[in-house]
């Protein structure tokens, strides 16, 4: 097994699921608490990297700066999309709306709209061609460990992802705003009748979920050197599979099923044509749904 | 008489009109389709643009008694309105030869009209297998991967390598870029020791490359466009795989350059026009273009160049007897034709025998392989 082939493999799919796990953090975040999907988290992540990439061309920052107006431009997109897509649909505070799925479920609808306005959007205004990234900025420089190959930017995405996953946390845990987001995602009405803003609990869930989908934009953005307005697909749906495959809710089983995603893709390329390796994800995912319909990591667990 | 604003117009437009009508009612007509809107404009309009600096300079030079037209319409790169195109041109008597369109899809659909006609088409881009063959009206001015691969792989055994990896995307095209290249190249005794499709657009290219290494072949034959190719490249670099890379005219493009920086170094494809190059009709062309744009001149407005050029010979050679009979015959009978893009000949086919450039991207540039 220790064939430096098959070790590189792995540390490839190490890099990849880890790409996964960024994007698949601030999305089960955010599902846990509406329990709806928000197709817009892929045009997010994009408009982190561009919000990034402009940076970068303006006024050149270092990247620790560059990272935080990412961070900045996704709070604040997170921000707008739960006003125009998610929150018109909770006007109505009597039980029975509170409690329809139909309200709820109106905003995959919406968010979708808004996914695909955004992108449209930064299509006719960037054209959806690749953008020119100052090469300087890119994080995969090669780093040589025995006889395999990783990048700094790979050692960058762990931190990141550790960071994230460490922080959100102890959000959840200790602080009193992680403690009205756990509410909220357990049983909004109840949160509702014991006094917590849900409306308040929910921007906020939003602004925390969508910073982190466009840091891992703009981090994703500059590894591979590839922005451009469609960016977010792809990754979007791994990030979806993910979260169905850890259990919809759950954020570290999020990040698990991310990784596995991400070795078995790398894998998958030694024993069958490249092509079909993007059926790897779809193939987890309706497996995922026929055989462990709670997740691979079982039910009895926490909310988020 | 009621006036209405439609009549106004038209009495508008006859008024202008009229002096020119007089004057060019001699004029020889060609048509052109091409898309000069909708998501492929841009290549359409550097088409046109490419077009007008041809027929100023064929006009001023006075081959002709009588000037010639090319009248612009625009497909939108849709098939039925390049259908619709291709009738009007059709019905319209006084033109005798087509350029265009675009794409092979349109191209192919409006030589359907032209093929029942009988008109001349000559497309500066329509690069399908099948399209020169749908009859003996259609021509094009691009190479097709058939002759780009047996370029290849004729230059890949000059230089001793005889172990390759191929690595194309996964559409007709791709698929076209590794049959053109495998079936001459192991022919002459290569041997292909990894084949690999990929879908286009794919970000991660790092498990193609670690296998490909892996089979420790002497050079990868590449099929990718410029994005693909620019992420190929830089992953190869990533992973510090020195292998030299082979490609197709897809990827010849600054913007390769620009996203690959140093990754790009090094890689080796055939082309047919190079802005560099210092032949005295290319850097005529270049200097006309430059006047009207920021940026070099790429391969198709080249192409697009060259395929006016060619039907202006044409026209040429069949005056006065000029009929659409006369032009075809006058194409097919197009023999070394200097272009920009090399030298044309078209076969029984109307497949332009072109001899291809070797390019190599050294400090940042493309630059001719001697």
Redesign the interface.
Same mark, same amino acid.
């Given at each position: 097994m220790l064939d430096p082939y098959i070790l590189q493999q792995l540390a490839i799919g190490l890099s990849l699921g880890m790409i996964y796990a960024l994007m698949a953090i601030g999305f089960t975040l955010i599902f846990g608490v509406l329990n709806v999907v928000n197709f817009a988290h892929g045009e997010v992540y994009t408009i982190g990297a561009f919000a990034g990439l402009m940076a970068i061309s303006a006024f050149g920052p270092p990247l620790l700066v560059v990272l935080f107006i990412a961070l900045a431009a996704g709070a604040l997109a997170g921000f707008g999309l739960e006003r125009l897509a998610f929150r018109p649909f909770r006007r109505f505070s009597d039980e029975a709306s509170l409690k329809s799925r139909a309200m709820r479920e109106a905003t995959l609808m919406s968010s979708l709209a808004m996914s695909i306005i955004a992108r449209e959007a930064m299509e006719m205004i960037f054209g959806s061609q690749f953008q020119t990234v100052d090469l300087a900025y890119l994080i995969n420089k090669p780093i040589h460990i025995g006889p395999i190959t990783i990048v700094n930017g790979d050692l960058i995405i762990l931190g990141v992802t550790l960071v994230m996953l460490g922080g959100l946390q102890w959000l959840l845990k200790k602080s009193p705003i992680g403690l009205s987001i756990r509410a909220v995602s357990n049983n909004a009405l109840g949160a509702k009748y014991c006094g917590i803003n849900t409306d308040r609990t929910i921007i906020i869930t939003f602004v925390i979920g969508s910073a982190m989908g466009a840091l891992a934009g703009i981090l994703v953005g500059l590894y591979y050197g590839a922005i451009f307005p469609s960016m977010g697909f792809t990754p979007g749906i791994k990030a979806f599979v993910a979260m169905v495959m850890g259990g919809l809710s759950s954020v570290p089983g999020a990040v698990i099923s991310a990784i596995i995603l991400g070795l078995s893709e790398s894998l998958s390329t030694s024993f069958m044509p490249s092509v079909w390796s993007d059926m790897v994800a779809y193939a987890f995912l309706l497996l995922t749904l026929i055989f462990f319909p709670q997740g691979l990591f079982g039910a009895r667990r926490e909310r988020v | 008489m009621k006036l209405t604003r439609r009549t106004a117009l038209l009495l508008a437009a006859a008024t202008a009109l009229t002096p020119v009508a007089a004057f060019a009612q001699d004029s020889v007509k060609l048509g052109y389709q091409l898309p000069l809107t909708g998501?492929t404009a841009q290549y359409g309009q550097d088409f046109k643009d490419a077009a007008e600096i041809a027929l100023t300079k064929f006009n001023a030079s006075g081959a002709l008694p009588v000037p010639v037209e090319i009248i612009y319409e625009d497909s939108r790169s849709d098939a039925k309105e390049g259908v619709t195109i291709a009738r009007k041109f059709v019905d319209d008597k006084e033109i005798v030869g087509v350029l265009g369109d675009f794409t092979s899809t349109v191209s192919m659909a409006a030589a359907q009209v032209y093929k029942k006609a009988g008109m001349v088409q000559l497309s500066q881009t329509a690069s399908h297998p099948d399209f020169a063959k749908i009859s003996k009206w259609q021509f094009r001015n691009i190479t097709t991967q058939d002759q780009e691969g047996a370029v290849n792989a004729q230059w890949m055994m000059d230089k001793g390598i005889k172990k390759v990896a191929v690595i194309a995307e &996964?559409t007709d095209w791709g698929q076209s870029v590794a049959k053109g290249f495998v079936e001459p190249f192991e022919a002459a005794g290569g041997e292909v020791v990894y084949t !690999? /499709? /990929?879908?286009r657009? =794919? $970000?991660?290219f790092?498990?193609?490359i670690?296998?490909l290494e892996?089979q420790a072949p002497d050079a990868v034959y590449t099929g990718f466009f410029y994005?693909d190719g $620019? &992420?190929f490249l830089?992953q190869m670099a &990533? =992973?510090?795989a020195a292998i030299p890379v082979y490609s197709t005219s897809a990827a010849y493009n600054d &913007?390769l350059i !620009? =996203?690959a920086?140093?990754a790009a170094e090094g890689l080796l494809l055939t082309a047919t026009f190079l802005p560099t190059r210092m032949d005295a009709n290319v850097q005529e062309f270049v200097t006309e273009w430059d006047k009207t744009h920021d940026h070099a001149p790429g391969q198709f407005p080249a192409q697009a160049y060259d395929a006016v050029n060619i039907m202006l010979a044409a026209v040429v050679k069949a005056y006065p007897d000029l009929t659409r009979d006369s032009l075809r015959d006058a194409v097919a009978a197009t023999t070394d034709f200097p272009g920009v893009t090399g030298n044309t000949t078209f076969d029984e086919n109307g497949e332009p025998l072109k001899e291809l450039t070797k390019a190599s991207v050294v400090g940042g540039m493309f630059v001719e392989v001697e």
């Open positions: - | 998501n &996964q !690999e /499709f /990929f879908n657009g =794919l $970000a991660d790092r498990s193609i670690t296998k892996d994005e $620019a &992420q830089k &990533q =992973l510090d &913007q !620009e =996203l920086g140093d």
